[in-house]
């Protein structure tokens, strides 16, 4: 192998030499990566540790922001619920600029580290402005003690930190799940494994960190400890920094593959300057490819071509113009192009409606951050003395993900993998996310119901609302159960196919995908809570969603979203069974996936 030869020509000593990966990647001195070594699930668990401690600081914020905004800064619940979904839509927008810089220039591992540097950061200033000017009087932000004005400096600093925050938890999210994967080599039966299943432990360690944040966290900000509660985020922040450090000489990486604007942009107007050119109808024979003794290209397994999209294959042409060049000891790559970077262009057109159609699941995820919290302090939060925080109902969401990913892993899957009569294991990514739609409607009706019970029983003049209905708050328990279910069906099997169908050079990007969906679920919910509320008060009614939820119908809303929901679930079967999946060579061999992405 290619590999084993350029470990041979490294020269190192005789009783360090080892067996190399078979993927390209390489250790921190640029040398090919030694399994024995370097990555698998040494490397694995710093990075699901330091994932795990980061989302705890993430949702120490995000958590409890809805309230923050409310009690504190003192505005709607409509307008907190926004500038929620608004803020949250940001974060996953950011994640584009790390998966751009990782896989173009940085490189994923220094991606990783600065963005984590700024998270830091954001935190310590939000940690300081609360502490010294928003929490005036001190003790305020609990249920009953609202807190004064704030100058617009005082403001404009909240805001400040918070956009620091989701710009260092953007761009650090997609490049730590594709750096985590990394570590694995997928040429290698074993390690091949593992990286399906670190998929599912990165997700698990994402939501067991947000548990402490919802419950812990989340009942010192509900008790008005806001400044405590963003210090022990910035604490575990700064943890998981030096955690994710001091892994540094144990990772595998891979070299940055360069801009992938300017490999798309060539291969575009490529296809434009020849649109006139005549091909012929078998002509496959006649498209450029680097030379066969390369097994790669730039590192990168080449990726073999496929029918559709054929005015692209125009750029990969082979003209008399281009003959003439190539005599002469010259390509123009704006010109002719290599098969693989058309097929790059393919693999991305191929996963956009995949990926629209994730965005409304997104907008069902995103009420657990906001109409969720605001539903469940409207209820009944006391059990004896004690109060319950409306946001730690998250944990029954956790709680799900933990108990459906080891029941999808111990028991679905090798229960549906003795009733295929295919070799692929399992369900495929495409009807996994098919699935977690279909509990997302679920979880939207379960949640219209609640809420027309909790009007039943909920008092009409109360001024602030919070825990005026005698429905009990656990009620609400089996939402969360359900939109934790359908996350491990949906999210991570976006995760797995999104790594999976993407090229080598542009993983991050990939999972900045997998992200962005859930962004722009955010502002879909934005744009949706406003047009509901703008349309439902007409006429001066009160709407579905006003300050006091019990002269609304918030019901209405979520039956809303599942009606949505139920249309995007049809719309995402027809583009599922239209998609074909990327085919790709190994390292001087031929890979075909295509089984394991069937509908």
């Known amino acids: 192998?290619?590999?084993?030869?350029?470990?041979?020509?490294?020269?190192?000593?005789?009783?360090?030499?080892?067996?190399?990966?078979?993927?390209?990647?390489?250790?921190?001195?640029?040398?090919?990566?030694?399994?024995?070594?370097?990555?698998?699930?040494?490397?694995?668990?710093?990075?699901?540790?330091?994932?795990?401690?980061?989302?705890?600081?993430?949702?120490?914020?995000?958590?409890?922001?809805?309230?923050?905004?409310?009690r504190v800064l003192q505005q709607s619940n409509a307008d907190a619920a926004n500038n929620v979904s608004k803020w949250t839509g940001t974060v996953y927008i950011f994640s584009l600029v790390g998966a751009f810089l990782s896989d173009s220039y940085w490189g994923r591992y220094k991606t990783c580290a600065v963005f984590q540097v700024i998270f830091v950061i954001g935190l310590v200033i939000l940690s300081l402005a609360s502490y010294l000017f928003l929490i005036r009087p001190k003790g305020c932000g609990d249920e009953l003690t609202p807190c004064g004005s704030h100058s617009s400096m005082e403001v404009s600093l909240f805001y400040l930190s918070i956009y620091l925050i989701a710009l260092g938890n953007g761009g650090y999210q997609p490049n730590i799940a594709t750096f985590g994967a990394d570590q694995f080599d997928e040429d290698d039966p074993r390690e091949g494994h593992s990286k399906v299943a670190f998929f599912s432990y990165f997700y698990l360690a994402l939501n067991l960190g947000s548990l402490f944040s919802n419950t812990i966290l989340g009942y010192f900000e509900d008790e008005g400890m806001w400044a405590l509660g963003f210090w022990m985020s910035e604490g575990s922040a700064f943890a998981a920094l030096v955690l994710f450090l001091g892994g540094t000489a144990r990772y595998r990486h891979f070299k940055p593959s360069g801009n992938p604007l300017s490999r798309f942009g060539q291969v575009i107007i490529a296809a434009m300057k020849k649109c006139r050119v005549e091909m012929p109808p078998d002509g496959e024979e006649e498209l450029y490819d680097v030379d066969r003794k390369d097994c790669s290209m730039n590192g990168n397994r080449k990726i073999l071509h496929t029918d559709g999209f054929k005015f692209l294959d125009r750029a990969a042409f082979i003209s008399s113009r281009d003959i003439d060049d190539q005599k002469r000891g010259c390509r123009n790559p704006w010109r002719l192009c290599p098969i693989t970077q058309v097929e790059e262009v393919k693999c991305i057109l191929r996963l956009l409606p995949i990926w629209l159609c994730t965005i409304i699941y997104s907008v069902v995820f995103t009420q657990m951050a906001s109409l969720f919290v605001e539903q469940g302090a409207a209820m009944k939060t006391t059990i004896s003395n004690f109060k319950i925080p409306p946001a730690s109902m998250s944990t029954f969401d956790i709680l799900s993900v933990a108990f459906f990913i080891f029941l999808y892993r111990r028991v679905l899957d090798p229960l549906v993998s003795s009733f295929k009569q295919t070799s692929s294991k399992g369900l495929t990514e495409l009807q996994r996310m098919g699935v977690g739609l279909v509990i997302a409607i679920m979880a939207m009706v379960s949640a219209g119901l609640v809420e027309c019970y909790r009007l039943k029983y909920a008092r009409k003049d109360c001024k602030h609302c919070e825990g005026s209905s005698s429905l009990s708050i656990f009620w609400q328990a089996p939402q969360y159960a359900l939109i934790g279910a359908s996350e491990v069906f949906m999210y991570v099997g976006q995760l797995e196919f999104f790594n999976a169908q993407t090229p080598d050079g542009l993983k991050s990007f990939g999972s900045a995908l997998c992200m962005t969906s859930i962004s722009l679920g955010n502002y879909v919910s934005s744009l949706l809570v406003t047009m509901v509320v703008k349309i439902s008060t007409e006429d001066h009614m009160p709407g579905w969603i006003p300050g006091n939820l019990n002269t609304g119908h918030l019901d209405r809303f979520y039956f809303l979203l599942a009606g949505l929901t139920t249309i995007d679930l049809v719309v995402y079967m027809a583009c599922a069974r239209w998609y074909k999946s990327i085919k790709l060579e190994k390292k001087c061999e031929e890979n075909d996936h295509e089984e394991n992405f069937r509908v």
């Open 1 to 70: 192998m290619a590999c084993l030869e350029a470990c041979k020509e490294d020269k190192f000593k005789e009783g360090e030499l080892g067996e190399c990966t078979f993927d390209g990647t390489v250790d921190w001195h640029g040398r090919p990566a030694i399994k024995a070594k370097s990555g698998q699930w040494a490397a694995g668990i710093i990075i699901l540790l330091n994932q795990g401690l980061a989302t705890l600081a993430f949702f120490g914020v995000g958590v409890n922001l809805v309230l923050f905004l409310t």
